[in-house]
């Protein structure tokens, strides 16, 4: 198929403006921590459990593994599917792929058989990386998708590798060189900044989740304005507990923005108060970001004992819509300022300033990182609506994607024909610039922050012999948020465990699974004859509401 790109590219005029005015600055990410490793080379870069890595360990590291991949047959532009929990290898492991130009894949730790397949298969991934876990054994699942995934040549394992390959082995292939030698062998293969650096996963509403290309230098970009907005410095300690991949801890400042500013990461595996509020008060965090529903809980520890958050200056929240009650309770119960993120993979990300006042900071999700991001608030004929009033969020900028990775039907309706994305976030705007979010038009699931799109998984339930329709539709969740509900038209009897066990064999991650699954005869149709989930959405609440 020659027109599915890979990466829709800026036109060039708007290229050569990021350019012009510094946003893009012709590094890779890989440059940015050789920068920063230069600078300060011994600042501890990541705490992992009991290890501490310096700047110059992380780089060293990811040199001795770029060399390892180089060894194995990993080049410029190849996948590699990541899928490791918040440990330290999951930089040094990306940081040797962007050395090289190779590209991570980020898949998230709840991911299973079908999501990591479909990575695979659609990047034509050569290599998955996984980790030793006490939760759920994935050189299991890297045996299935070996099976079936014929690109696929390596395994490599964090840990104990079972079958397969240890991480620490593909190391000590690089082993006994110097760093000259390393280096020598790795300027060859040196990306160019402009090229596609890594693929995140989409939120998604359609069919299959879509891949997200972006480019050394849009990411590093919105990486180095967000530590700005953060003021982030060497002394900044960020607490890393949600899934280290996704875009928000990687780069809203996250990960990425400590290292530009020579702070340190502290890598947590869990994300419950009793694992991170004893990593916050030993390490002396300052920056932490969550969730809303993982925000709810770490209030509710704080009210019985705050006094180990004494150090923590600012709590990121977002993800997900932070109600307004809650979020005035952050000051007051743990002692620190909120900042509220709305952001997404494919680029935009807005953030409350430290600055604004306590009303901005509580009712709004904050503006947008760049005086050239462009927004857009528009009605369902495309037409921009007053200010205040609320639309569909439109977004095109230095660091909002053009195209999604290969889909270039999907992209005709997923962006304008000049090129805006449309979020499928509904929205209203102040004369400041400052976004609320309201709502959504597109059909997903925001379950707590973990997105999930309707159609996968009414596409799943379609394939079991008993099922004639489905629907998935989100239910209002005091915790989540949301939670799903599956409406699901039957041929003959079958009982909602045995749908969600098919859904898991499937392989489908867990919170995917339907929350409810209810039996109905039909579901009901709009007048233009697509299925009513507005309707479906308030007999969810209906049912829930007789059931409370
Ligand atoms: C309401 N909805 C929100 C918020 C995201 C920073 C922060 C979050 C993400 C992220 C991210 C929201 N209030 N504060 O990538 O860099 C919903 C919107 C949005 C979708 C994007 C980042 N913050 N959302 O959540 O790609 O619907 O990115 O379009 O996972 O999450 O999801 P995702």
Redesign the pocket.
Same mark, same amino acid.
């Given at each position: 198929m020659c027109n599915e790109l890979e990466l829709t590219p800026w036109p060039e005029h708007v290229a050569q403006r990021y350019l012009d005015l510094g946003y893009w600055q012709g590094q890779t990410i890989g440059e940015m921590l050789e920068e920063r490793a230069a600078k300060t080379p011994n600042n501890t870069a990541i705490v992992c459990g009991s290890r501490s890595l310096s700047y110059h360990d992380v780089l060293q590291a990811s040199y001795v593994l770029a060399v390892g991949f180089l060894a194995n047959g990993i080049k410029a532009k190849d996948a590699v599917v990541i899928q490791l929990p918040n440990v330290a290898e999951f930089f040094t492991v990306c940081f040797a792929l962007f050395h090289i130009g190779a590209r991570p894949v980020f898949a998230l730790p709840a991911h299973r058989f079908s999501e990591i397949n479909h990575l695979i298969e659609s990047t034509q991934a050569v290599g998955y990386v996984i980790a030793e876990d006490r939760d759920f054994d994935y050189r299991n699942l890297a045996q299935q998708l070996k099976s079936t995934a014929m690109c696929l040549k390596h395994v490599w394992v964090v840990g104990d590798p079972g079958p397969w390959v240890a991480l620490s082995e593909l190391s000590a292939q690089a082993g006994g060189r110097d760093t000259a030698q390393l280096l020598n062998q790795l300027n060859e293969h040196a990306p160019s900044a402009r090229d596609l650096a890594m693929l =995140?996963l989409?939120?998604g509403s359609t069919g299959l989740p879509k891949l997200i290309p972006r480019t050394h230098d849009d990411y590093l970009y919105s990486v180095r304005a967000s530590a700005d907005i953060c003021r982030l410095t060497e002394g900044s300690v960020y607490l890393s507990v949600l899934p280290v991949a996704?875009? /928000?801890s990687l780069?809203?400042p996250?990960s990425l923005g400590v290292f530009y500013a020579g702070g340190c990461v502290v890598l947590s595996r869990y994300a419950s108060a009793d694992v991170a509020f004893p990593l916050i008060e030993k390490h002396r965090v300052n920056l932490a970001a969550v969730v809303p529903s993982l925000a709810l809980a770490w209030l509710q520890s704080a009210r019985k004992d705050a006094r180990q958050l004494e150090s923590l200056e600012v709590l990121q929240?977002? &993800?997900? @819509? /932070?109600n307004e009650a809650s979020a005035r309770s952050v000051r007051l119960i743990m002692g620190c300022q909120l900042q509220?993120? /709305? &952001?997404?993979?494919?680029g935009l990300?807005c953030y409350t300033r430290w600055y604004d006042s306590e009303d901005l900071i509580c009712q709004t999700?904050g503006r947008a990182i760049s005086i050239d991001d462009e927004i857009r608030v528009v009605d369902d004929l495309d037409q921009e609506v007053a200010v205040g009033e609320v639309g569909h969020l439109l977004t095109r900028g230095p660091y909002t994607i053009r195209g999604y990775y290969k889909a270039a039907k999907h992209n005709q309706n997923a962006f304008t024909d000049d090129g805006f994305y449309r979020? &499928?976030?509904v929205v209203r705007q102040s004369e400041m610039g400052y976004v609320v979010?309201e709502g959504?038009a @597109?059909d =997903?699931i925001?379950r707590g &922050?973990e @997105?999930i799109a309707a159609q996968e998984v009414e596409a799943h339930l379609l394939v079991h012999a008993a099922v004639l329709d489905a629907a998935l539709v989100g239910v209002a969740d005091e915790y989540l948020g949301e939670r799903s509900c599956a409406f699901v038209v039957v041929r003959e009897p079958i009982r909602s465990m045995s749908l969600k066990m098919f859904l898991h064999e499937r392989g489908l991650a867990q919170y995917k699974i339907p929350d409810r699954i209810e039996f109905v005869d039909y579901l009901p149709k709009t007048a233009v004859g697509k299925i009513n989930k507005l309707l479906l959405r308030q007999m969810a609440e209906q049912a829930q509401n007789e059931r409370d």
């Amino acid at each position: 198929m020659c027109n599915e790109l890979e990466l829709t590219p800026w036109p060039e005029h708007v290229a050569q403006r990021y350019l012009d005015l510094g946003y893009w600055q012709g590094q890779t990410i890989g440059e940015m921590l050789e920068e920063r490793a230069a600078k300060t080379p011994n600042n501890t870069a990541i705490v992992c459990g009991s290890r501490s890595l310096s700047y110059h360990d992380v780089l060293q590291a990811s040199y001795v593994l770029a060399v390892g991949f180089l060894a194995n047959g990993i080049k410029a532009k190849d996948a590699v599917v990541i899928q490791l929990p918040n440990v330290a290898e999951f930089f040094t492991v990306c940081f040797a792929l962007f050395h090289i130009g190779a590209r991570p894949v980020f898949a998230l730790p709840a991911h299973r058989f079908s999501e990591i397949n479909h990575l695979i298969e659609s990047t034509q991934a050569v290599g998955y990386v996984i980790a030793e876990d006490r939760d759920f054994d994935y050189r299991n699942l890297a045996q299935q998708l070996k099976s079936t995934a014929m690109c696929l040549k390596h395994v490599w394992v964090v840990g104990d590798p079972g079958p397969w390959v240890a991480l620490s082995e593909l190391s000590a292939q690089a082993g006994g060189r110097d760093t000259a030698q390393l280096l020598n062998q790795l300027n060859e293969h040196a990306p160019s900044a402009r090229d596609l650096a890594m693929l =995140q996963l989409s939120g998604g509403s359609t069919g299959l989740p879509k891949l997200i290309p972006r480019t050394h230098d849009d990411y590093l970009y919105s990486v180095r304005a967000s530590a700005d907005i953060c003021r982030l410095t060497e002394g900044s300690v960020y607490l890393s507990v949600l899934p280290v991949a996704h875009n /928000f801890s990687l780069s809203s400042p996250g990960s990425l923005g400590v290292f530009y500013a020579g702070g340190c990461v502290v890598l947590s595996r869990y994300a419950s108060a009793d694992v991170a509020f004893p990593l916050i008060e030993k390490h002396r965090v300052n920056l932490a970001a969550v969730v809303p529903s993982l925000a709810l809980a770490w209030l509710q520890s704080a009210r019985k004992d705050a006094r180990q958050l004494e150090s923590l200056e600012v709590l990121q929240v977002g &993800g997900a @819509k /932070f109600n307004e009650a809650s979020a005035r309770s952050v000051r007051l119960i743990m002692g620190c300022q909120l900042q509220q993120v /709305f &952001g997404m993979a494919e680029g935009l990300v807005c953030y409350t300033r430290w600055y604004d006042s306590e009303d901005l900071i509580c009712q709004t999700q904050g503006r947008a990182i760049s005086i050239d991001d462009e927004i857009r608030v528009v009605d369902d004929l495309d037409q921009e609506v007053a200010v205040g009033e609320v639309g569909h969020l439109l977004t095109r900028g230095p660091y909002t994607i053009r195209g999604y990775y290969k889909a270039a039907k999907h992209n005709q309706n997923a962006f304008t024909d000049d090129g805006f994305y449309r979020t &499928g976030d509904v929205v209203r705007q102040s004369e400041m610039g400052y976004v609320v979010v309201e709502g959504r038009a @597109k059909d =997903q699931i925001n379950r707590g &922050g973990e @997105k999930i799109a309707a159609q996968e998984v009414e596409a799943h339930l379609l394939v079991h012999a008993a099922v004639l329709d489905a629907a998935l539709v989100g239910v209002a969740d005091e915790y989540l948020g949301e939670r799903s509900c599956a409406f699901v038209v039957v041929r003959e009897p079958i009982r909602s465990m045995s749908l969600k066990m098919f859904l898991h064999e499937r392989g489908l991650a867990q919170y995917k699974i339907p929350d409810r699954i209810e039996f109905v005869d039909y579901l009901p149709k709009t007048a233009v004859g697509k299925i009513n989930k507005l309707l479906l959405r308030q007999m969810a609440e209906q049912a829930q509401n007789e059931r409370d």
